[in-house]
């Protein structure tokens, strides 16, 4: 069975690294969104090909709705 992991990430590129490690196979897809008032290139993750950087980056808040589109 495929997995399709998201994850939301603000700081601490140490720990995310080693999340991705932990739960990448060649089963699982792992989509990762960084904060956009966050530097992106703190956050340097593995070139894998079960691995997505989300482009489209939106400044997120504690509890907000800011991920999700107006339809």
């Known amino acids: 069975m495929k997995i399709a992991y998201i994850i939301i ?23 990762i969104h960084i904060n956009k008032d966050v530097d992106i290139n703190k956050f340097a993750l593995a070139n894998e090909s079960n691995i997505y950087l989300i482009k489209e980056r939106v400044s997120v808040t504690w509890g907000g709705f800011h991920l999700f589109k107006q339809c």
Not at 12 to 25: E, F, G, Y
């Open 9 to 31: 990430a603000h700081n601490n590129p140490i720990h995310l690294n080693r999340l991705v490690t932990a739960i990448s196979s060649t089963d699982n897809d792992i989509y």
